[in-house]
Structures are given as C-alpha cells and as structure tokens.
C-alpha cells in the first residue's frame, strides 16, 4: 500500500500571522507530496519495505536495499518529518496553542534546561545555525531531554531517537513570509506549537 498525504488537521490559514496560508499550502500539497511520491517510486520493488509505516522504514535506514537507501532517507524522511510536524502545531490562539509548555514535557524541560526561556533559545540558536536545509528537533535520549539539528530531511528515528517535537528550517518552510529572516521565523514559530500533542510525543519516547 503506498504512502498518502494526509489531509492538514486545520485550515491552511489557521497558523496565521505566524505561518501564513500560501505557505502551507505549498508546503503540504506540494512540497510533502513530493516526498511521498518519491518514497512511493524508490519502495514500488520493494513491496515488504513499502508495507511498513514509513517510521519503521527510517528506523531500519540500514537495512533497506542500498539502490534505494538515499532516496528513501531523503523522501521518507521528508515524509515522516512532515507528518510530525504538521500535528505538533495547532491554530494560533486555539486552547494549549503557544504559550507555556504544560503537563509532563513542562516539568522535564525545567529540569534539563531551567527555564522554558533558556530552552527556547537553545533550540532557536540551534536551528539557526543549521547550515542550509534542515531540522531542528528535541529528543530524549539517556533520561534528558536534548537539542539536536539534522540536515537535509535525515530524521533523528534514524539515529535511534523518537523526535519530541522539530521545527523546519528548510527555506520553504518561511521564505515567503520571512525570506531571510530564519531567527524571526523561529521565533514566531512557537506560537503555533500543539503542547497536548508535544506531551503525547514525549510519553511514546519514554517507552
Ligand atoms: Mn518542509
């Protein structure tokens, strides 16, 4: 069965003024599409990887068949990156939208980091200074929370690790809106971040 995008789980001008409604538009029907046809095409021989999620693929990168190993990293990754993200953000202003974190993810973040404050601008230096086209993601690993950036769409499952939440810092992600202006981007950015959904990401990377 091959990989289909899933509609946005709000209006593309939900994220407005932070991210505005053109942008997503690109961004999910063209740009994330994109990846799952690629991914589609590279797994179409192989119907036993195509038949996974497609996070159980990544989590397994070194074992897919090396004719298609790059081409599924780069657009399975894309993928997944983009199925992530789209949920961890929510409509500017709705209920548990921005803010402050809240529940279990609030209390880790002020244990490893301090402060909400202190950990934002990590993670907003550490995107920033991802050199060309990347991530910027929080993962756990070793009972701590951590700020980790990775290029291309490499995702951190990859690596062995359930990324809690990322921000997109490819420059389709913003150019519109902030050209640029990635530091602005990312710090807007956190307006729109779905903490319900952050929390439940940060209990499966706990298991
Ligand atoms: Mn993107």
Known sequence: MAYELAPLPYDYAALEPFIDAETMHLHHDKHHQAYINNVNAALAKYPEWAAKPVDDVLRDLDKVPEDVRTAVRNNGGGHSNHSMFWHIMGPANGPGIGGHPSGDIAKQISAD???????????????????????????????????ITSANQDSPLSQGLYPILG?????????????????????????????????????????
């Open 167 to 207: 921000n997109d810092v490819w420059e389709h992600a913003y150019y519109l809106k902030y050209q640029n202006r990635r530091p602005e981007y990312l710090a807007a950015w956190w307006n729109v971040v779905n903490w319900a959904e952050v929390n439940k990401r940060f209990a499966a990377a706990k298991k």
């Open 113 to 147: 980091f301090g402060d909400f404050e202190t950990f934002k601008k990590a993670f907003n230096d550490a995107a920033a200074k991802q050199f060309g086209s990347g991530w910027g993601w929080l993962v756990f690993a070793g009972g701590k929370l951590k700020v």
